[in-house]
């Protein structure tokens, strides 16, 4: 049993942008980011991105602006602006969310990417980021992920990402109408330095080609 008699809780979350080579993630505290949040999601013309998630899709601006002032501005959950570097617009959001400071736990949810940023080194540099200021900036011993379990795109996801897949809650929650299972998946303090690695290794420019086609998985170099 692991001896945490000289535990001290956690930090919150700091209002602090986080920002990477590929993605910057700017926690949201106004509405700069708003307009290029709907021009990035009116992309998605069958509503795909909002399928799992218990709002949207909006069929107007001002529908998406009045729910972005009421659900995208608070402290937990904490949401983030991720923006592209290159373009310098945000091509979507996701949260730090249940925070447990007192027991060093913390999720990510709310994950809501446009079409653009999609299976690019954004949103994998983006999971880096959240890990590395989980982990290595505040001290977290448990980083959370949790989703739909029809949803295997984002079951797929968070394996990827390197979180374990610890089980199913069955009958969760009614969300849209419909029954979900949530599946439950976590990554703790002791996996984070090889999977940080890992995700570096990754990142570097050396692994991809003149098309920003990766070289090498993140599988595969996770081992």
């Not at 991105?49 to 069929?59: N, S, T």
């Not at 009045?66 to 904490?78: H, I, K, N, V």
Request: hydrophobic letters at 40%; proline letters at 4%; charged letters at 25%.
């Amino acid at each position: 049993m692991k001896d945490l008699s000289s535990w001290q809780p956690c930090a919150l979350p700091p209002v602090m942008p986080i920002i990477g080579q590929f993605a910057k993630l700017d926690p949201i505290i106004d509405e700069r980011y708003f307009d290029d949040l709907w021009q990035a999601y009116s992309a998605d013309q069958k509503g795909e991105i909002w399928a799992y998630l218990p709002y949207g899709p909006f069929a107007s601006r001002e529908e998406f602006f009045a729910f972005a002032r009421s659900t995208y501005r608070g402290e937990d959950p904490m949401f983030h602006a991720l923006i592209d570097v290159k373009s310098g617009q945000a091509v979507g959001v996701a949260s730090l969310m249940r925070i447990n400071a007192d027991h060093g736990v913390i999720e990510v949810g709310h994950i809501c990417y446009a079409p653009i940023a999609q299976r690019t080194a954004i949103t994998t540099e983006a999971l880096y980021l959240f890990g590395c200021r989980v982990f290595d900036e505040l001290g977290y011993r448990r980083f959370e992920w949790k989703c739909n379990a029809a949803n295997q795109a984002s079951c797929r996801a968070a394996e990827r990402f390197g979180f374990t897949f610890e089980g199913t809650f069955r009958q969760a929650l009614v969300v849209k109408g419909n029954n979900r299972d949530t599946a439950w998946f976590s990554i703790i303090d002791s996996e984070w330095p090889k999977l940080r690695l890992a995700y570096e290794t990754w990142l570097q420019s050396d692994n991809f080609d003149e098309n920003a086609k990766q070289l090498k998985s993140l599988g595969e170099l996770k081992g």
